[in-house]
């Protein structure tokens, strides 16, 4: 669906439910996110067979597997508003895969197609405020922190402080244009 120079964005497929189940069961990558680890064999393949029905371009959300060498490293979660002109994003890649820029090139590519062929207007976050790695990628990409909500979600039994990003199709297409 999305190629970069080293990944593939696709739809997810069964045989991705093994790797799938493998990073969503890792502590440190279920912390800020909405499941909990362990996260079972079964609940993965109907996870992903939920995943593999969805149209990334109808409203609402589709999960985009991220692929290196067609082996599942990750996902990017975007959810289209139903103006079609706004959308929310979230991501996480596998422990192993962290630290070499994948996450940076397959959400700036997912970007790409949204602000130049799909031409949305606006791009949004939220993030948890301990989630350090998630912030600096994003401002890695040119988010704009545009608010920050003390204790304004009751998470995994404590209330957590989340922070607010936000990336204009201007804003994408200026920092392209110079590189
Ligand atoms: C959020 C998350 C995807 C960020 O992953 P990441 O590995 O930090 O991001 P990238 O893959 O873009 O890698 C960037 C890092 O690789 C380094 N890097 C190494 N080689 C690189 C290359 N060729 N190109 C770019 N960066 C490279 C960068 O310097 C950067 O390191 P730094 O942050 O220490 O400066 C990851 O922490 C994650 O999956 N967390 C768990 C799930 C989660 O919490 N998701 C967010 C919910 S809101």
Same mark, same amino acid.
């Given at each position: 669906?999305?190629?970069?120079?080293?990944?593939?964005?696709?739809?997810?497929?069964?045989?991705?439910? $093994?790797? =799938? #189940?493998?990073?969503?069961?890792?502590?440190? !990558? &279920? +912390? %800020?996110?909405?499941?909990? $680890?362990? =996260? #079972?064999?079964?609940?993965?393949?109907?996870? !992903? &067979? +939920? %995943?593999?029905?969805?149209?990334?371009?109808?409203?609402?959300?589709?999960?985009?597997?991220?692929?290196?060498?067609?082996?599942?490293?990750?996902?990017?979660?975007?959810?289209?508003?139903?103006?079609?002109?706004?959308?929310?994003?979230?991501?996480?890649?596998?422990?192993?895969?962290?630290?070499?820029?994948?996450?940076?090139?397959?959400?700036?590519?997912?970007?790409?197609?949204?602000?130049?062929?799909?031409?949305?207007?606006?791009?949004?976050?939220?993030?948890?405020?301990?989630?350090?790695?998630?912030?600096?990628?994003?401002?890695?990409?040119?988010?704009?922190?545009?608010?920050?909500?003390?204790?304004?979600?009751?998470?995994?039994?404590?209330?957590?402080?989340?922070?607010?990003?936000?990336?204009?199709?201007?804003?994408?297409?200026?920092?392209?244009?110079?590189?």
């Amino acid at each position: 669906m999305i190629t970069t120079e080293r990944l593939e964005l696709r739809r997810f497929q069964p045989e991705d439910a $093994a790797a =799938f #189940s493998a990073y969503r069961s890792v502590p440190e !990558v &279920a +912390r %800020f996110q909405s499941w909990n $680890a362990p =996260f #079972s064999p079964e609940e993965a393949q109907r996870t !992903v &067979a +939920r %995943f593999a029905e969805g149209d990334p371009l109808q409203p609402g959300w589709f999960q985009y597997a991220i692929a290196l060498d067609g082996q599942l490293i990750g996902d990017i979660g975007l959810n289209t508003f139903d103006n079609l002109m706004q959308a929310d994003i979230g991501y996480t890649l596998a422990p192993e895969y962290q630290g070499k820029g994948y996450a940076t090139e397959a959400v700036g590519g997912l970007l790409d197609q949204l602000f130049t062929v799909r031409e949305l207007h606006r791009v949004s976050a939220e993030v948890d405020a301990r989630n350090v790695a998630s912030a600096r990628l994003l401002e890695r990409l040119g988010f704009q922190q545009e608010g920050f909500r003390p204790q304004n979600t009751w998470f995994k039994d404590e209330w957590t402080d989340d922070l607010l990003f936000g990336l204009l199709q201007s804003n994408w297409r200026s920092a392209r244009s110079a590189g």
